[in-house]
């Protein structure tokens, strides 16, 4: 069974993951906009595996008997300014998360919580994933330039992501 402050911090967690896949939602829409498919498409991609991640810590807060508590998300930016900007922002939300789930984590281990922990450990190494894809991403548009010619090549490999 989850304590309280448990229960709670995971149910934050939950709606952070959304957060997560509204902003993703809304930077595939910028590149929608911008006809760059294969931008918007890797994003897009990425706005389904933060909703996939919700619903992890959604059934593992049912799993362990808690009490699902469901908050308004809220509503992310929707312009950038330009490939780059979109992926240092991606980059930097990636690090944010990192943040929030090691605090999950020391709660875990603060309340003993060998379950939770355990659980955790996964989104650990996804973040792990998560920030190095931004990462290399930002690091290819800043070799090629911002310039949306420049990154016809890149937008065509991140199309092939499935």
Do not use: C
């Amino acid at each position: 069974m989850l304590t309280k402050s448990m229960e709670t911090a995971l149910n934050r967690q939950v709606n952070r993951e959304m957060y997560s896949a509204y902003l993703y939602l809304a930077m595939s829409a910028y590149f929608e906009t911008a006809n760059m498919k294969g931008f918007a498409t890797w994003m897009r991609i990425q706005a389904k595996e933060e909703q996939a991640h919700a619903m992890k810590i959604y059934d593992y807060i049912i799993a362990r008997g808690g009490t699902i508590a469901l908050e308004a998300i809220e509503a992310p930016k929707a312009k950038w300014t330009s490939a780059g900007k979109v992926f240092e922002e991606t980059y930097a939300h990636e690090q944010k998360v990192t943040g929030m789930i090691n605090n999950l984590v020391d709660l875990a281990i603060k309340e003993k919580d060998h379950a939770t922990f355990e659980m955790l450990q996964w989104f650990v190494r996804e973040q792990v994933e998560e920030e190095q894809n931004a990462s290399e991403i930002l690091s290819q548009i800043k070799v090629l330039g911002d310039v949306v010619g420049h990154l016809f090549w890149l937008d065509h490999q991140l199309g092939k992501r499935e």
